[in-house]
């Protein structure tokens, strides 16, 4: 049986990147999510396992220091980290997996398994996403700064990535993502390991 693929999926904060992997797990068979690890306290209707493993930043130096993150960093104070163990044993089952992490953890990843499809998604413009952070409303000014900010760093990594979809339309964004996971799913080492004579 043929390992599956690691898909790592990465965008700027209010491009749509969560719904988007909500969507695709939803309608693409054979697909795990990667839980990550946080240090962070679960907020309101979080449930540990579910959304995050929540544990203590001493448990997480320990998993760091054993070498267990396949990627990690420190967030805004708090660290968050994904399994290798986790990861690894659906690839070698032969099952996809998905990873929504930052521009920082692609890179990790990257380092690490050269064979993850590392996916950016675009907002379809910065004065697009400036509007939907607006929309939201959850930012005070000074933090929808630092957001635009960090979302030009942020896109300033997309040519690193193997593909860019542009989310201006939800539907179509969705499409994209599926076309890029059936065809890595079409790739010869995949299909003839599965194939019967």
Not at 31 to 40: E, G, K, L, N
Not at 141 to 165: H, K, M, Q, T, W
Not at 169 to 192: F, G, N, S, T
Request: proline share 5%; charged share 30%; net charge neutral.
């Amino acid at each position: 049986m043929a390992q599956g693929d690691l898909f790592v999926i990465s965008a700027p904060s209010g491009t749509g990147k969560t719904t988007l992997c909500e969507m695709l797990l939803k309608e693409v068979p054979d697909i795990d999510f990667s839980v990550s690890h946080t240090t962070r306290p679960p907020r309101k209707n979080e449930v540990d396992g579910r959304d995050y493993h929540f544990v203590s930043r001493m448990k997480f130096d320990e998993m760091v220091s054993r070498g267990e993150f396949l990627e990690w960093a420190t967030v805004h104070g708090n660290c968050y980290g994904t399994s290798s163990r986790e990861v690894f044993s659906c690839l070698e089952a032969g099952r996809d997996v998905l990873l929504d992490i930052d521009v920082q953890g692609a890179r990790q990843v990257r380092e690490r398994f050269p064979g993850a499809v590392l996916v950016f998604i675009l907002p379809p413009s910065m004065a697009a996403l400036e509007e939907r952070l607006r929309a939201r409303g959850t930012e005070d000014a000074e933090r929808l700064r630092i957001r635009l900010e960090n979302a030009g760093l942020e896109v300033r990594s997309a040519p690193d990535y193997d593909y860019v979809v542009i989310n201006d339309e939800l539907p179509r964004a969705l499409e994209d993502l599926k076309a890029i996971i059936r065809a890595r799913r079409l790739r010869a080492q995949r299909v003839l390991s599965k194939w019967k004579i």
